[in-house]
């Protein structure tokens, strides 16, 4: 199961400069509006201290850790969904990934120019939401004349309600108000998701901040304060070297490992195990799944031919001592269709072939 987010923002934000840090793979980021003209796409690791014990508890021969795709957008500008810039073919981008990464400026530099001229973050996303739902309106407001004309002397039941779902995004997003503010019976959902819109994905706000600024918490300001520069300087370095550093600055972790782990909640995801001596292995599914299909993301024939799932927590597991002592204490429990699965479950399933 892939997932992938798109790293958003105004030219010269430090998008790239971000990317690079994340996937430790290096893209063109010169200083200068539109360098990066085709995504960059990159897959990360999802950093777990629960699999690392895992496979330190059983010396595992692999490991495999749950992955996020990360996708570096070139900078919009204002005028994007009326194509200036390089718009329309940004906007392209973004529809393609299940969340976005909204990266603003918070930091002065005055060799680096802004394309705007200032430095103002509250302003930033402003222009960048505005851009995403103009684009939107423009698709619904393509939808709405479909639908209109589709509707004429047609009195189906289920014509007629999407019509007015789309009246209703339409008069949402000209309030200019995100589309997934809209409420929607749970029959509808699916409407609404075929639509695409850019403001139904889930978003997070990312502020590029000098080094000094981060003594600030995230609590405190209600948004993630990352340095992309800093973070870029430390992907350099080896994983003793980082460690070293993170404990002299007194911090737990990076501010990579921060917007990876927050990125995987915004995206309303969680994480199962399979693990022992040839393999400790992350698997991701969205909150809610079902046994059956979480069983389904490691093979398709496990899904189709369920019987059970025998479940433990990971912690539990490592606690007693392995898989058989864990059953002797009674942790291991075994759970049918119905059981949804939860994060940090160890699980073991029983299928037929």
């Known amino acids: 199961m892939s997932f992938s987010i798109g790293i958003v923002g105004l030219p010269n934000v430090g998008k790239s400069t971000l990317f690079t840090a994340l996937t430790k793979k290096q893209v063109d980021c010169q200083n200068y509006p539109f360098c990066t003209i085709e995504p960059n796409v990159g897959v990360v690791a999802v950093p777990d201290e629960r699999l690392d014990q895992l496979n330190k508890f059983y ?14 957008i070139a900078g919009l500008v204002k005028g994007a969904a009326e194509g200036q810039g390089l718009g329309n073919k940004f906007l392209s981008h973004i529809r393609e990934v299940d969340a976005i990464i909204e990266v603003v400026r918070d930091f002065k530099n005055n060799d680096i120019i802004h394309v705007n001229n200032k430095i103002d973050p509250a302003d930033d996303i402003k222009t960048i939401n505005l851009e995403l739902i103009l684009a939107d309106l423009e698709t619904v407001n393509k939808r709405l004349d479909n639908l209109g004309k589709q509707a004429k002397g047609n009195v189906a039941k289920d014509l007629q309600k999407n019509l007015e779902i ?23 959902e699916y409407f609404v998701k075929e639509l695409n819109l850019l403001t139904s994905k889930p978003i997070m706000y990312v502020y590029n901040v000098d080094e000094n600024e981060l003594t600030k918490t995230d609590d405190e300001t209600g948004r993630l304060r990352i340095c992309a520069k800093l973070e870029a300087e430390l992907a350099a370095l080896t994983n003793d070297e980082i460690k070293e550093y993170l404990e002299a600055a007194g911090i737990k972790q990076t501010g990579l490992d921060r917007l990876i782990i927050e990125s995987y909640k915004l995206l309303n995801l969680i994480t199962f195990f399979t693990a022992g001596p040839k393999e400790s292995h992350a698997w991701t599914i969205t909150k809610g799944t079902l046994a059956p299909q979480a069983a389904g993301t490691i093979h398709t024939d496990f899904e189709k031919g369920f019987i059970r799932a025998e479940i433990v927590n990971w912690k539990d597991l490592i606690s007693a001592g392995g898989e058989a ?17 939860k994060d940090g479950d160890t699980a073991n399933f029983l299928f037929t072939n």
């Not at 008069?171 to 108000?177: F, G």
């Not at 002592?325 to 699965?341: D, R, S």
């Open 59 to 72: 010396n595992s021969a692999k490991l495999v850790p749950t992955v996020i795709e990360f996708v570096d």
């Open 166 to 188: 789309v009246k209703e995004l339409k008069t949402i997003l000209e309030a200019e108000k995100f589309a997934n503010t809209i409420e929607v019976a749970k029959d509808d």
């Open 325 to 341: 002592k864990a059953k002797e204490q009674g942790l291991i429990k075994t759970e049918g269709k119905a059981y949804e699965m």
